[in-house]
């Protein structure tokens, strides 16, 4: 069932970025997302999160994209109905609405956002910056938007295990 609703996202989120490239480079949109969801689903086992947690992220990552970059028609709506709302949620939370408003995006998310939409978008930050050249100047953005986020997801962490010790 996790497998087939990885494979699922994947397929959905090939469908969404299909013809896309990112913004740097050569490399087509859908391997940012694969990537995202490797990364988020290897922290997610090191937090020793359960399965289904884990799989939701995974999922989510896959996802992450899908909503702001994405040219499925009612690509919300889809979401939701395959995977649940919690997944919905996450896509969500990650999913910036005004383009130039940057910012208040993160600024939202930070305040609001839950574990697991912190952690997926860590590891957006950790693959941008790891796959941005030089030349395109968004380093000092990343870094600073890394450096808000982090202890915020920190305490999180904190947070859930405390509470999976009680």
């Not at 086992?45 to 994209?65: M, R, T, Y």
Request: proline share 2%; with cysteine.
């Amino acid at each position: 069932m996790i497998l087939n609703n990885l494979i699922k996202a994947r397929d959905l989120a090939v469908e969404c970025h299909e013809g896309q490239m990112r913004k740097w480079g050569d490399e087509k949109a859908i391997t940012h997302s694969i990537e995202v969801s490797n990364m988020a689903i290897e922290r997610a086992e090191e937090l020793k999160l359960p399965d289904e947690e884990v799989a939701d992220i995974g999922i989510a990552a896959i996802l992450h994209d899908t909503i702001e970059d994405g040219e499925v028609d009612n690509i919300r709506y889809k979401i939701r109905d395959m995977f649940g709302d919690k997944v919905y949620q996450i896509v969500d939370d990650l999913t910036r609405t005004e383009e130039g408003k940057y910012w208040e995006y993160l600024d939202k998310l930070i305040k609001e956002g839950r574990l697991e939409s912190l952690l997926i978008k860590y590891c957006d930050m950790i693959h941008n910056i790891s796959t941005l050249p030089l030349n395109v100047g968004l380093h000092n953005r990343y870094t600073k938007a890394m450096n808000m986020l982090y202890p915020v997801l920190e305490k999180k962490i904190k947070e859930r295990k405390l509470k999976c010790q009680k």
